[in-house]
């Protein structure tokens, strides 16, 4: 019984996120985003070799400049992934992205996409973005693209970049995004 209800309030949080319009101010735009970044984690299974331990941490990474200013602390500072507690890591170098379980590439690092997807081509990191062209993310290998329809956050999902890294995506996560397909041609 127990599971049922956790399944329910993270799908009802989940519809909540999509149905809740937001204020033009930036910040909540960022608070909602830094809150499904969170609910993206708990619809992926890793595999067992991504942890070193059941209880070692689970890495969210934010690559460049961190737009979520105090709400990624806030919506993730004291959950936990599993058996996992959360660890928010803001990296300065692509390097340090293959130690990740979940990272966002910010904005600031667009023109760097090409080069930063390929250094993670089958590493088992759940890749987010919110550049400009998610369909181009989607093509380079990201995982989720979020973008803005109106003036509610939405997510477009690339399945097979993801289950080439060895990520499971739930069908629930696939079944809430505009499309599961992002990036392939049509």
Known sequence: ???????????????????????????SEYQIKAAMLYNFALFVEWPAQAFSSDLSPF????????PFGPWLK????????????????ILEKA??????????????????LQSLLGQ?????VLIISDVTDITDFCRKGGMIGLL?????????????????AGLKISS???RVARSAKCGEAE
């Open 1 to 27: 019984m127990g599971v049922l209800r956790a399944w329910i309030a993270v799908i009802s949080t989940f519809w909540i996120l999509f149905k809740l319009p937001l204020a033009q101010a930036e910040t």
């Open 59 to 66: 890495a969210v990474c934010v690559l460049g400049k961190d």
């Open 74 to 89: 806030h919506e993730l500072g004291e959950a936990k992934v599993g058996t996992h507690p959360v660890e928010i890591r």
């Open 95 to 112: 390097d340090d992205a293959r130690n990740c379980h979940l990272l966002f590439i910010s904005r600031s690092e667009e023109s760097h």
């Open 120 to 124: 993670l081509q089958n590493a088992a």
């Open 148 to 164: 803005m329809k109106g003036n509610r956050v939405r997510f477009e999902l690339n399945a097979n970049a993801a289950a080439k």
């Open 172 to 174: 629930k996560l696939e």
